[in-house]
């Protein structure tokens, strides 16, 4: 294994970080404070659709698709790096360049399963930039971690589907450029493969029935730059059958194929998270006295900093060695590793957080810095994307069965 970035990493990473310090960094407060400007809380401000202009002009645009038919075709160990450097910015510079969640996702399924059609409605603006999207699987009613208790029905009509469920915590549904809705359901809920059940289908936004009842907080945020998590009625929505994606009870395996990637990217950008986490603590420290001395010469706070640095270290390691796997024997191949990394990634970065909000005293909760709102996404993703407990479960059967 070898995560020495090669001259095409290198290049991108170097134009990235200037784009961060010259661009992104900057923004932040601009974007605050335009926001608490808006006529609606969820609209964009106008400096994040001039970050978007100029990540397109410099090339820094799709840059997470592997196929270089639709994005920069960048293999998973190449986007690890730059992944972890918008990471740093989590509100503004995955969006800026068009690799924010949950369109990322969205958009490799209509590249690996959507047919010309779709892709011509749905992907091509995704791919521009010019709207959003949103992934409608979570449940209130059930436990969404074990995808085989979806209760949402896709139930065929002709030449119509026709939708009947209740979702809630669907990501940029609150978005008013959020336009279609990739929406998981069960097409035959009777069937014998409890696995084979479930099916995909495209739902647009403005479709009759469908209605958006209200924006779901995370920990007392309501993330308005992700475009919210918001509660979701289908009421007999019908949309024609073709808007199916790929075939009846396809759905479980395309989920599957769309959670790899995503778990991935989601360590990466936590990584990055980290990493800001300890330049502001290192900045704290060496800025602050306390009983006679500077923050930075207590003993306490040495060791917070020591071993977050460390476990970046082991963290970033384990992610390049998942994404390297992913890129030579494939998803399936590393199974145990996007388990393993899903597991500890956002554990350990909320740990890392956690000690940076404590640095930082009452400014550490405050939307004077970053902290608390990074520290309530990274614990969020201890339940997204599957909980911890179902990865550990998964992953231990794969180490008992070796012995049974």
């Known amino acids: ?22 661009y992104v960094h900057p923004a932040e407060r601009t974007a605050h404070e335009q926001r608490a400007a808006l006529a609606s809380p969820w609209d964009t401000p106008a400096v994040v659709e001039e970050l978007k202009a100029e990540a397109r002009r410099q090339g820094l645009w799709n840059l997470f698709l592997p196929d270089s038919e639709y994005g920069a075709g960048l293999t998973n160990l190449q986007y690890a790096p730059l992944a972890e450097i918008t ?29 010309a059609a779709q892709k ?18 979570t449940e209130p009613e059930v436990a969404s971690s074990d995808a085989t208790n979806i209760e949402t029905r896709i139930e065929r009509d002709g030449d119509s589907y026709v939708i009947n469920g209740r979702k ?10 959020c336009r279609i809705f990739i929406v998981m359901g069960k097409t035959d809920p009777n069937g014998a493969d409890i696995r084979r059940q ?5 739902v647009p936004r403005d479709a009759p029935g ?13 993330d308005h730059y992700h475009g919210g998590h918001a509660e979701v009625v289908f009421d007999g929505v019908r949309v024609p059958a073709g808007n199916l994606i790929g075939e009846e009870g396809g759905g479980f395996g395309i989920a599957q194929a769309r959670l790899g990637p ?20 290192c900045r704290r420290a060496v800025g602050r006295t306390a009983f006679g001395k ?19 270290e082991q963290l970033r390691l384990l992610v390049l060695k998942t994404a390297w796997l992913m890129d030579t024997v494939g998803n399936k191949g590393a199974h145990t590793e996007i388990q393993a990394i899903k597991i500890a990634t956002p554990r350990t970065v909320v740990d890392i957080l956690d000690k940076a909000v404590q640095l930082h005293g009452a400014g550490g909760v405050s939307q004077d810095f970053p902290l608390a709102e990074l520290w309530a996404a990274a614990r969020t993703l201890r339940l997204a994307d599957g909980p911890d407990e179902v990865h550990q479960r998964s992953l231990a059967r794969r180490e008992i069965k070796q012995y049974l």
């Open 294 to 312: 500077p923050l930075a010469q207590q003993g306490v706070v040495q060791e917070w900093i020591a071993d977050a640095r460390v476990a970046v």
């Open 1 to 22: 294994m070898d995560f020495a970035f090669d001259a095409r990493t290198e290049e991108l990473r170097h134009r990235l970080l200037a784009f961060m310090d010259e």
């Open 262 to 281: 995503g778990r991935i990217h989601h360590c990466m950008r936590l990584i990055g998270m980290a990493e800001r986490a300890i330049e502001l603590m």
């Open 210 to 222: 469908l209605t958006v009842t209200r924006a779901m907080q995370v920990y007392g945020y309501e």
């Open 198 to 202: 479930q099916s995909m289908i495209l």
């Open 87 to 115: 990471g740093r910015s989590p509100q503004l510079a995955p969006t800026a360049l068009n690799c924010a969640a949950p369109d990322t996702g969205n958009m490799e399924v209509l590249a690996q399963f959507g047919d």
């Open 120 to 137: 011509k409605q749905w992907l091509e603006p995704l791919l521009a930039g010019e709207i959003r999207s949103a992934f409608a699987m």
């Open 168 to 177: 809630w915590y669907i990501s940029g549904a609150m978005n008013p450029l």
